[in-house]
């Protein structure tokens, strides 16, 4: 049974950093592409981050560029999101998810966890 449990979220004031940590187990980690998404009430779940099976490549979505880095650790079956210059809008639950190929539908989700930041 595959797992993906979040942590790390919380309340910050704007200007602030989180770093969130995603723990994977039942799978294969390495093998799997891994992504943050968020969605914020009454808004659709969007797409923040992504890396590669090995970490060498990473892509953002424009809005947190340059404030946001996602990083893995394989050995450990986690990933990370460091999270720097917070905004308000930032504010929202963050997802992690897992997919095996590059195109498609990512195939597990955790449960989320909820990121407040204060104006």
């Known amino acids: 049974q595959v797992q993906l449990v979040e942590s790390g979220g919380g309340l910050v004031q704007a200007g602030g950093s989180l770093r969130l940590s995603c723990a994977a187990s039942?799978?294969?980690?390495?093998?799997?592409?891994m992504g943050w998404f968020r969605q914020a009430p009454g808004k659709e779940r969007e797409f923040v981050a992504t890396?590669?099976?090995?970490?060498?490549?990473?892509y953002y979505a424009d809005s947190v560029k340059g404030r946001f880095t996602i990083s893995r650790d394989n050995a450990k079956n986690t990933v990370h999101l460091q999270m720097n210059s917070l905004k308000p809008e930032d504010t929202a639950v963050y997802y992690c998810?897992?997919?095996?190929?590059?195109?498609?539908?990512?195939?597990?989700w955790g449960q989320g966890t909820q990121v407040t930041v204060s104006s």
């Open positions: 998810a897992a997919k095996t190929g590059t195109s498609g539908k990512y195939e597990f």
């Open positions: 039942g799978l294969t980690f390495s093998n799997y592409i």
């Open positions: 890396i590669t099976w090995s970490g060498t490549n990473s």
